[in-house]
């Protein structure tokens, strides 16, 4: 079912820029700022994670078959998956609202995204807090952010990329990012609570959680140097 509410635009829009940072702005915590300091004791730890996607919906996989995925993991009905088209990269996603999903995160919204040429699976996110739950408590939305960053730092990832608790420009804190031994990465982040807030019940913070297949290799529409 195509998204087409009013009053699910603004999120839409939220999500296509979601889409955008993440899928072909990896880069954007690809940093050699010492300041990005990582948790060396991350590097030790065993087993090797293994971020092969999302429940049983695996990278790779075509939409007729991440749409069972979601009706395994979630029981939702193929009337209520909304098909998202991002406007620049011309990727398709399926996206999906999510009753705790964690005990402290209130609604969620997660999002397949499929590659423009390969037509399968290569990235999941994860959204919490502003603007999908407009209602929820931060201090939940941090708790999820410490839940899921703990649930992380239990497993193994490659020495290049790891980084744990850096603080970005833009005040937001980049939880957790890791690779696997394929290079597969996940991605951490909750966002800078506005400053100009005076209660925390104002603050819209916001959690987001990626799974991406090939963080240097987005599968998204790129013009070509010869094009213009």
């Known amino acids: 079912m195509t998204t087409n509410r009013f009053a699910a635009s603004a999120l839409k829009l939220f999500l296509i820029g979601v889409l955008a940072i993440f899928t072909s702005g990896a880069g954007l915590f690809a940093s050699e700022n010492d300041e990005l300091a990582t948790d060396k004791t991350i590097k030790n730890t065993k087993p090797w994670a293994n971020i092969d996607g999302f429940r049983s919906a695996k990278f790779g996989m075509k939409m007729e078959e991440v749409k069972q995925a979601i009706v395994k993991d979630f029981g939702i009905s193929d009337s209520k998956i909304d098909t998202i088209s991002h406007p620049t990269e011309q990727t398709q996603s399926l996206g999906v609202s999510i009753d705790q999903l964690l005990p402290t995160s209130g609604k969620s919204r997660v999002v397949y995204v499929f590659g423009y040429k390969s037509k399968r699976l290569m990235q999941v996110n994860i959204l919490m807090g502003h603007p999908v739950d407009t209602n929820i408590i931060p201090q939940k939305v941090v708790d999820s952010g410490n839940l899921l960053g703990n649930h992380f730092f239990k497993k193994r990832y490659q020495k290049d990329g790891l980084v744990a608790h850096a603080r970005l420009n833009d005040g937001s804190v980049l939880i957790f990012r890791g690779k696997d031994q394929k290079g597969r990465m996940a991605i951490l982040r909750l966002s800078n609570p506005q400053p100009n807030a005076k209660k925390d019940a104002d603050l819209k ?13 987005p599968d998204a529409f790129q013009l070509k140097e010869s094009d213009f």
């Open 205 to 217: 913070i916001s959690l987001t959680l990626s799974y991406i297949e090939k963080p240097e290799q």
